[in-house]
C-alpha cells in the first residue's frame, strides 16, 4: 500500500487515503479470521467478537462483513456455472454447522431473501459460524489461492464500506432512483436528486398507465401485449421495435422472496431446462440474462434466437425487459434496451397487490387524437 505524504493533498485525499487503509486492515482482520477457523475448526470467542457481524438485516464495513460479502460474490459467481453443484459444499463442512443453516445462508446469498428471514440459527440470525465456514468450504472447492482470497475480501469490505455511507446518508439506492432510473413516479414528483426530465434527443415519454416509456414514435413501432385482440385493458405488456431489435416491458408487483437476483437464476434454469443456452451477465443496468431460446421458424424446428433478459427493481415492483434480435447478439453493445429502461417512469400505485402479478398498462391519452 502506498504511503501518503501530505504534500499537494487536500483534505479529500486524506480522507479516501485514510479510508482505503481501513479497508485493507478491514480486509486483514477478515483473512485471519477465516484462517483461524480452518486451523482450528471453530471460531473462537475473541474472532466472534472482533468481526463485529449482527446478522445480514445491517451492512457495515467490519471483518464480518467482508467475510458475508465475499461470500455473496463468490455464490452468484458459482451460479453461472452449470456443473456447480451445491450439495458437493453442505457435504464439506464441518460437523459443527447445520447443513440446513448453510443452505438458508445460500438462498438468502443468490437472493431468495424469504429463505434467510425463516432461519432458525441462534437469535433468529444468520451467524458468522455460517457464514465463515460456507466460505471456507466454497473458496476450498474453488481452489482460490490467498492472494486472491486477499483481493476478494478487499473487495468485499469496500462494498460493504459503500453500503454503510449510502444507508448513513438515507438512500441505499446507489444507481437506481439517485443517478439513473427506472425511476418510481414518487421520486419523480417529489424531485429526488439526480432525476433528470430530458430524454434522449428525438424521444418523449409516452404515458401507458404504469409505464411513462421513451421513444421516438416516428422511427419506433409499438403496440400493447393483450391475452387476446381487443382486450386492450387488459394489456400486460409493451412491445416496441426499432429496425432489428425488439424489447418487451413487463411491469410486475414486487415479490419480496423473488429478487431480480433470484429470478435471473431462474430463468438460466428454465432456458436451458427448454434447450436453450443462458448464462448470467454483468451489463449496464447490473445482473442480467443473456443466451437463446427456440424461435419458430417454418421448417427447421431446432432454430435459435438470442434473447436477454434486463430487470430492476423499485419501491413495490419490479421491471423486467425481454430483449429479441441485433442488440440481443451476444457481443452487442447496442445501448437503446438500456436507454429505453433507464428513462421510464414507472406509477405502480394502480394495479394489483398480489407480489408477482402484472401491473396492467393502457393506452396512452392522446392516442388516435
Known amino acids: 500500500m502506498s ?3 501530505g504534500e499537494k493533498a487536500d483534505g479529500r485525499e486524506l480522507q479516501e487515503f485514510q479510508r482505503n487503509a481501513a479497508l ?3 480486509s486483514e482482520r477478515a483473512a485471519d479470521i477465516l484462517r483461524q477457523f480452518e ?35 463468490e455464490l452468484i459467481m458459482r451460479m453461472s456455472d452449470q456443473q456447480w453443484r451445491v450439495d458437493s459444499v453442505l457435504n464439506g463442512l464441518p460437523p459443527v454447522i447445520d447443513p440446513r443453516d448453510a443452505l438458508r445462508l445460500i438462498e438468502l446469498s443468490v437472493g431468495n431473501i424469504g429463505g434467510g428471514q425463516h432461519h432458525a440459527g441462534r437469535g433468529g440470525e444468520l451467524t458468522l459460524d455460517t457464514v465463515v465456514a460456507l466460505l471456507s468450504a466454497v473458496w476450498e472447492q474453488s481452489g482460490r ?27 441505499i439506492s446507489w444507481g437506481r432512483g439517485r443517478v439513473t ?30 409505464l411513462q416509456v421513451p421513444f421516438d414514435p416516428d422511427r419506433v413501432q409499438w403496440k400493447l401485449v393483450a391475452p387476446a385482440p381487443g382486450a386492450e385493458a387488459e394489456a400486460f405488456a409493451i412491445h416496441l421495435m426499432d429496425g432489428r431489435t425488439v424489447i418487451q416491458l413487463d411491469l410486475f408487483r414486487a415479490d419480496p422472496s423473488r429478487p431480480w437476483t433470484q429470478l435471473c437464476s431462474e430463468l438460466v434454469q428454465n432456458m436451458i431446462a427448454s434447450g436453450g ?32 433478459f434486463l430487470g430492476c427493481q423499485g419501491p413495490g415492483w419490479l421491471l423486467r425487459a425481454t430483449v429479441w434480435g441485433a442488440a ?24 394489483s397487490p398480489e407480489p408477482g402479478a402484472h401491473i396492467l398498462l393502457r393506452l396512452p391519452d392522446t392516442y388516435g387524437k
Request: aromatic share 6%.
Open 39 to 73: 486451523r482450528l475448526g471453530t471460531l473462537t470467542e475473541t474472532s466472534r467478537t472482533a468481526a463485529e457481524f449482527n446478522g445480514t438485516n445491517a451492512m457495515r464495513a467490519t471483518p464480518g462483513y467482508a467475510l458475508f460479502g465475499a461470500l455473496v460474490g
Open 277 to 308: 443456452t443462458a448464462e448470467l451477465a454483468a451489463g449496464p443496468m447490473g445482473p442480467e440474462v443473456r443466451g437463446t431460446i427456440g424461435a419458430a421458424v417454418s421448417g427447421n424446428p431446432g432454430s435459435q434466437k438470442d434473447v436477454r
Open 145 to 171: 489461492s490467498e492472494s486472491q482470497r486477499r483481493d476478494l475480501l478487499l473487495a468485499a469490505a469496500g462494498t460493504a464500506s459503500n453500503l454503510e455511507r449510502a444507508v448513513d446518508e438515507g438512500d
Open 181 to 210: 432510473g427506472p425511476w418510481d413516479i414518487e421520486e419523480v414528483t417529489s424531485g429526488t436528486p439526480g432525476w433528470r426530465s430530458e430524454t434522449p434527443e428525438g424521444t418523449t415519454r409516452h404515458d401507458f398507465g404504469g
Open 24 to 26: 485493507v486492515d478491514t
Open 328 to 351: 440481443a447478439a451476444p457481443h452487442s453493445n447496442e445501448p437503446w434496451p438500456y436507454d429505453v429502461c433507464t428513462g421510464t417512469v414507472v406509477n405502480a400505485k394502480q394495479g
Open 3 to 5: 504511503e501518503w505524504t
